[in-house]
């Protein structure tokens, strides 16, 4: 898999360099947007309040071109990131060779990186319109073409993500992480239910990133449709001061104005420290995880059940950093001798071994304190059961080549797996 960035290139691009010397000279001019080439002679302030934007602020920086001409363009997320028209002969073309490239590597599959704002429409919000949908399959369908899936990467609302699934191979399943905590923070699986129930199977499944703990993915929608979320603004205003208090508010100081790299949606803490450390609660959303349908994807400190970095956000001020340890080898080495750590890789070799999984996924009823998920393939079988009451948890199973004999694949009382 590879990434193909849509929204936008480098300040330093041979493209962009080639504007910034020759201005509308330039056969790339028509690829970069600017401000007037969006809305002409000039926007109503109720057009600029209507852009949706994942940080403060109007997306567009002022830039002083090589030959004294001044440029407004169009940078969504910095200034550094100048975003293209995909709509333009020579944005097509970029997109177009990259895809070429990616085909003759043999690339199998490729991520496509802030998809939502690629197009721009003057009057809309610029963010998951309907011609952004239009650009997403169409683009999709060139992938088709060389043999390339397609994972889209997208926060918005549930709704969307539920759309944007029909159109491609895979999504991101964002709203399961703040799901997972406020399931386990308020001892109650109803909303997480609802979600089993509607999203979308076509997902990869995350609990952490190298971004932050998103809480867009499960908010009302925020383009004037008055679409509520899976989640209150009461409920997820608790659930963000719930993840502050169990970091001991140490997310406080890498989130929204206490850091840079500004994200109006993130909480930029380690999915363990959000549950305070505590081991029990940690694996049972580790099990949750591993038995939601779709792809599973563990970041490498989750993987490692890692704290907040303090050290490092210190270093760079840049907020998301407080979840992107550097781990030296020795260290490495400790943290794999960790019981819990130990456990999450015995879950990890169930989950990618046990033939159940290759099944059909079933949620079975229960009660709103208690979580019942089974995957059933013929005669195997897999089954997962939470007590949320006494926070436990517990994987039974069909007996598999793993372990023959094994019927109990994990408990919060099982001693640690050699």
């Known amino acids: 898999m590879a990434d193909l960035i849509v929204n936008h290139v480098s300040s330093r691009s041979p ?106 429409k003057a009057a809309t919000s610029c963010f998951m319109i309907p011609e952004t949908f239009d650009f997403i399959g169409n683009l999709t369908a060139q992938a088709h073409a060389l043999g390339i899936e397609v994972l889209v990467e997208i926060h918005s609302h549930y709704l969307e993500q539920i759309e944007i699934a029909r159109q491609v191979d895979w999504v991101y399943d ?51 449709r008055n679409l509520p979320g899976l989640l209150t603004p009461d409920e997820i205003g608790v659930l963000v001061d719930t993840i502050h208090h169990c970091s001991r508010n140490v997310s406080r100081h890498a989130t929204g104005a206490a850091a840079n790299n500004l994200d109006l949606y993130q909480i930029n803490c380690t999915f363990y420290d959000a549950l305070g ?49 550097y781990y030296a080898p020795e260290e490495l080495q400790q943290q794999l001798a960790r019981p819990t750590v130990r456990t999450l890789m015995k879950l990890l070799r169930f989950r990618n071994t046990h033939p159940a999984f290759a099944g059909e996924f079933h949620l079975l009823s229960s009660a709103d304190d208690h979580i019942l998920l089974e995957w059933r393939n013929e005669s195997h079988w897999a089954r997962l059961e939470t007590d949320l009451n006494k926070f436990s948890g517990a994987i039974t199973c069909s007996p598999f080549e793993l372990d023959a004999t094994m019927t109990t694949v994990w408990n919060t009382t099982n001693e640690v797996p050699r």
């Open 15 to 120: 493209q962009f360099l080639d504007y910034d010397e020759r201005g509308d000279e330039s056969r790339y001019a028509g690829m970069f947007l600017t401000y007037s080439k969006v809305f002409g002679d000039g926007a109503r302030e109720s057009e600029l309040l209507q852009l949706y934007r994942p940080r403060p602020g109007l997306p567009f920086t002022r830039y002083q071109l090589k030959h004294g001409e001044e440029r407004l363009v169009w940078t969504t997320f910095t200034g550094e990131q100048i975003d293209i028209n995909v709509h333009h002969t020579e944005g097509k073309r970029y997109l177009d060779s990259i895809l070429q490239q990616f085909h003759a590597a043999g690339i199998r599959a490729i991520r496509l990186d802030a998809a939502g704002y690629a197009v721009k």
């Open 277 to 325: 450390g505590e081991d029990d609660a940690y694996l049972i959303a580790r099990a949750l995880q591993l038995f939601t349908p779709g792809i599973p994807q563990v970041y490498y400190v989750g993987l490692l059940a890692g704290r907040n970095d303090m050290e490092l956000l210190r270093r760079t001020a840049v907020g998301r950093d407080i979840n992107r340890h």
């Open 174 to 224: 964002f709203a399961l992480p703040p799901l997972v905590l406020h399931t386990l923070y308020t001892r109650n699986a109803r909303q997480l239910k609802r979600w089993f129930e509607i999203r979308p199977r076509n997902a990869v499944t995350v609990l952490d990133t190298h971004d932050g703990i998103g809480v867009l993915d499960v908010g009302a929608d925020r383009k004037g």
